[in-house]
RNA sequence: GGAAGGUUGGCAGAGUGGUCUAACGCGCCGCACUUGAAAUGCGGUAUCCCGGAAACGGGAUCGGAGGUUCGAAUCCUCCACCUUCCGCCA
C-alpha cells in the first residue's frame, strides 16, 4: 500500500500521479476526509483512554462506568470509519519514479533493445494452436468440455516441454544465487490485500473459493512476497532472492479477439517467477540485476524478443518501475508480452511489514518481481518461431538436454 | 476430522485480577574504570498510532479477534499456529 503520510501532506502530487495513470484523482478527497475523521476520533477515543486509565488507578469506579459508556461509543465509531480508510487506501497504486516514461496506454511503451533476427518463412507459418493440434500436443476442446473455455491440455512433448522449460529457468537461476521455493496458491484475503493484490478492481481477476475464503493465486509473487511478512531483515540478508514455481489462476475477465485462440490467454498456466527483497536505496540496481537474467532467459532460447519500457499509463498498479519481455510471434507478426519485470518499491513490503534497520530506525525494504519463464506463451513463441515446412518444430538447443528430444514431429501416438 | 499441552520483549524465561510503566538472566549499545582488553559498575536497549519543528506528551500491543470488569498477560468464547497422539490421505 502507498505511504498515507505522503497523500496527507502532498495530495497534488498523488492527483498527477493518478491522472498519469489514467485513474479516478477523487479517491484523493475521499481519503483525506475520511483520514481527517479518523484522526479526530482516534485522538478522542486516546484521551477517553488516558482518563479511564487515570480514573481507575484512583478507584473512582462510579466515574470510571462512566466513561466507560463513552469509551465503547468512539471505539464502535472509529471500527466502521478505520474499515473504510483502510478500502480506499488500498484503492491508491503504487508511485511511480519520476523518470518513468509518460503515455496513456500500450501503445506508448517504448522498446529499448531488440534482440535476434525475426524468422522468415519461405512456406506459410501457421499459428500455435494449429500446430500443435496437428502435433497432437496441445488439446483445447476437449479442455473446454472437462472445464471451459480458456483450458488447455498439454501433451505428449508438449508436456514435456513444460518441465523442460521449468527446468532450465530454475536451474539457471538457482545457479545464480536464488533460493528455490513452491510456495501455496492459495492465499488469504486480507494478506492478498496487504500484498496489493487485491484492490477492488482486481477482484474480479481472481479466483475465490467461498466456503474457505481463499483466493487462487493470479502468480507465485502473491505467496512469495509475504514470505517476508513481519520480518526485519539484516543488511547482510539483502538482496534476498526467491525463484519460485506455481500454477496461476486468472479469469481474464474482459479480453477478446485474437487471444481467445490458443493457449495465449488462459485461466490457468504454469510460471516460473523470481522475487527479491532489496535494500531500498539498491533496488534499482536489482529491477536491472532481474531483467539481466530474464534476458538470459531468453536469449538462450533462440527465440527473437524485445525488451518493452512501460510508460505510466499502462504500468501494474504495484509498480514504480515496469519493463516487459515480448517474443516474436510470427502468426500475429508482432511481438507479444511473455514476461515482466517490475519493482514495487515499499509499495508491497509497506503492506507485509517487511523492514530493514537502517541505523537505528526500520524502514521497508523493496520488493521487486520478474517472470522467470511463463509456459503457454514461451510455448507459442517456439511452436511459431521455429516450426517447419512439414510442421514439425524444432527445440532450441540450451533445452534438449531437459527435453531430451530435438525436434517434435507428428507421432502418431507415442511419446 | 478428534484429543491433550503450549504461544510473553533479540534469546531464554517468571508472572493466575490492581504493586506489570512485564522480574531475574543472556545478548546488544553508551559511559566510567583500564596502557589496551577482560572483568566490574552505572545507564540504556520493542513495535505501531495520534499530536508536535523537536524535546516530549497521550494511546495501543504479552499469538489474533471478541467478551466479562472501574481495572486483564492473568478469567470466558472463538480462531490461527506449534508440539504430541488418534483418524484419513498422496
Redesign the pocket.
Do not use: F, H, M, P
Given at each position: 500500500m502507498i505511504d498515507?503520510?505522503i497523500v496527507?501532506k502532498n495530495p497534488d502530487k498523488i492527483r498527477e500521479m493518478l491522472v498519469a495513470r489514467n485513474m479516478q484523482t477523487e479517491l484523493v478527497d475521499q481519503f483525506l476526509a475520511v483520514?481527517e475523521d479518523?484522526?479526530?476520533l482516534?485522538?478522542q477515543?486516546?484521551?477517553a483512554?488516558?482518563?479511564?486509565?487515570?480514573?481507575?488507578?484512583e478507584?473512582?469506579?462510579?466515574?470510571?462506568?462512566k466513561?466507560?459508556e463513552i469509551?465503547?461509543d468512539k471505539?464502535?465509531e472509529i471500527?466502521q470509519i478505520e474499515g473504510r480508510r483502510y478500502e480506499l487506501i488500498l484503492e491508491f497504486p503504487n508511485i511511480p519514479f519520476g523518470d518513468v516514461l509518460k503515455g496513456k496506454d500500450e501503445s506508448e511503451n517504448k522498446s529499448i533493445k531488440t534482440v535476434g533476427d525475426i524468422p522468415k518463412f519461405d512456406f506459410e507459418p501457421k499459428d500455435h494452436l494449429d500446430i500443435g493440434e496437428a502435433l497432437d500436443i496441445i488439446d483445447t476442446k476437449t479442455a473446454s468440455q472437462v472445464s471451459g473455455s480458456r483450458f488447455a491440455y498439454l501433451k505428449k512433448q508438449g508436456a514435456l516441454l513444460e518441465f523442460a522449460l521449468i527446468q532450465y529457468a530454475l536451474n539457471l537461476l538457482v545457479k545464480e544465487g536464488f533460493e528455490a521455493v513452491v510456495p501455496p496458491v492459495m492465499i488469504k484475503p486480507d494478506v492478498y490485500k496487504k500484498m496489493g493484490r487485491l484492490s477492488e478492481n482486481q477482484k474480479e481477476e481472481r479466483f475465490y473459493l467461498e466456503k474457505d475464503d481463499v483466493y487462487l493465486v493470479g502468480s507465485a509473487e502473491h505467496t512469495m512476497g509475504p514470505l517476508g511478512m513481519d520480518k526485519?531483515f539484516k543488511e547482510e540478508d539483502l538482496p534476498k532472492r526467491y525463484v519460485g514455481f506455481s500454477t496461476c489462476f486468472r479469469r481474464e475477465a474482459g479480453s477478446y479477439g485474437k487471444d481467445v485462440k490458443g493457449i495465449l490467454r488462459v485461466h490457468q498456466f504454469d510460471k516460473v517467477e523470481m522475487y527479491s527483497f532489496s535494500h531500498p536505496e539498491k533496488s534499482e540496481e536489482e529491477h536491472m540485476f532481474l531483467l539481466s537474467m530474464q534476458e538470459k532467459i531468453w536469449g538462450g532460447l533462440d527465440i527473437p524478443y524485445r525488451v518493452v519500457e512501460i510508460c505510466t499509463g499502462d504500468m501494474g498498479p504495484t509498480d514504480a518501475r515496469q519493463f516487459d519481455i515480448e517474443a516474436w510471434v510470427p502468426s500475429q507478426k508482432t511481438y507479444r508480452e511473455v514476461a515482466s519485470c517490475s519493482n514495487t518499491t515499499d509499495y508491497q513490503t509497506r503492506g507485509i511489514?517487511a523492514?530493514i534497520?537502517v541505523g537505528?530506525?526500520?524502514q521497508y525494504v523493496h520488493a521487486l518481481n520478474a517472470t522467470g519463464i511463463v509456459i503457454g506463451r514461451t510455448i507459442i513463441a517456439i511452436l511459431e518461431n521455429n516450426q517447419q515446412e512439414d510442421g514439425s518444430v524444432l527445440i532450441p538447443k540450451a533445452l534438449q538436454k531437459y527435453t531430451g528430444f530435438e525436434i517434435i514431429e507428428n507421432s502418431f501416438g507415442t511419446n
Open positions: 498515507i503520510e496527507r483520514d479518523w484522526r479526530k482516534t485522538s477515543l486516546d484521551e483512554r488516558a482518563l479511564q486509565n487515570k480514573l481507575s488507578s478507584k473512582k469506579i462510579e466515574e470510571a462506568k466513561n466507560k469509551i465503547k471505539e464502535s471500527a526485519v511489514g523492514k534497520k537505528d530506525k526500520n
